[in-house]
């Protein structure tokens, strides 16, 4: 009578094991993704500036300045008061920044970023970098070569 209890086990065993291995397959062989949080570098100090969350709504992606890093000076609560339209004088804290953002193959295009220290709006093209933890930012106008690239790493949750 107690084999048929122990070979339910095994089996029920057997059938853990296998569910873990695939998911676990899966896992190591899912490619990164954009959505996220990323830490935008200073180009002139090197220190963090901010935090910003890259999410998907609808299809395409958009980021939110999440967490701004001040230096000692700055004010503490900034506005984006050079922005035009909504943003104008919207606190920097919370501001949608990059918007409309579309994956095309390895790459993200064909949307915006916004610059909150000088309210300027630039085309933007992403590309995820180093297994993910990288992000490659390109904000340009009209043609990419009149731009610039950033780099921002990801951030641990």
């Given at each position: 009578?107690?084999?048929?209890?122990?070979?339910?086990?095994?089996?029920?065993?057997?059938?853990?094991l296998?569910?873990?291995?695939?998911?676990s397959?899966a896992?190591?062989?899912?490619?990164?993704?954009?959505e996220?949080?990323?830490?935008t570098?200073?180009?002139?100090?090197?220190?963090?500036?901010?935090?910003?969350?890259?999410?998907?709504?609808?299809?395409?992606?958009?980021?939110?300045?999440?967490?701004?890093?001040?230096?000692?000076?700055?004010?503490?609560?900034?506005?984006?008061?050079?922005?035009?339209?909504e943003?104008?004088?919207?606190?920097?804290?919370?501001?949608?920044?990059?918007e409309?953002?579309?994956?095309?193959?390895?790459?993200?295009?064909?949307?915006?970023?916004?610059?909150?220290?000088?309210?300027?709006i630039?085309?933007?093209?992403?590309?995820?970098?180093?297994?993910?933890?990288?992000?490659?930012?390109?904000?340009?106008l009209?043609i990419?070569?009149?731009?610039?690239?950033?780099?921002?790493?990801?951030?641990?949750?």
């Amino acid at each position: 009578m107690g084999r048929p209890a122990a070979s339910a086990f095994r089996l029920s065993r057997a059938k853990t094991l296998l569910c873990l291995l695939l998911t676990s397959a899966a896992a190591f062989g899912a490619e990164p993704r954009l959505e996220g949080l990323w830490k935008t570098i200073d180009d002139q100090t090197g220190l963090v500036r901010a935090i910003v969350r890259i999410q998907e709504v609808g299809g395409e992606y958009q980021g939110r300045l999440e967490k701004l890093f001040l230096q000692p000076g700055e004010e503490p609560n900034p506005r984006c008061e050079q922005c035009a339209g909504e943003r104008h004088n919207k606190p920097v804290e919370g501001l949608l920044i990059v918007e409309r953002m579309r994956r095309e193959g390895e790459d993200y295009s064909g949307g915006e970023i916004l610059d909150p220290e000088s309210g300027a709006i630039y085309r933007c093209r992403m590309q995820l970098a180093d297994n993910g933890r990288k992000l490659m930012v390109r904000g340009y106008l009209g043609i990419s070569i009149l731009g610039r690239t950033q780099t921002w790493l990801r951030a641990e949750p």
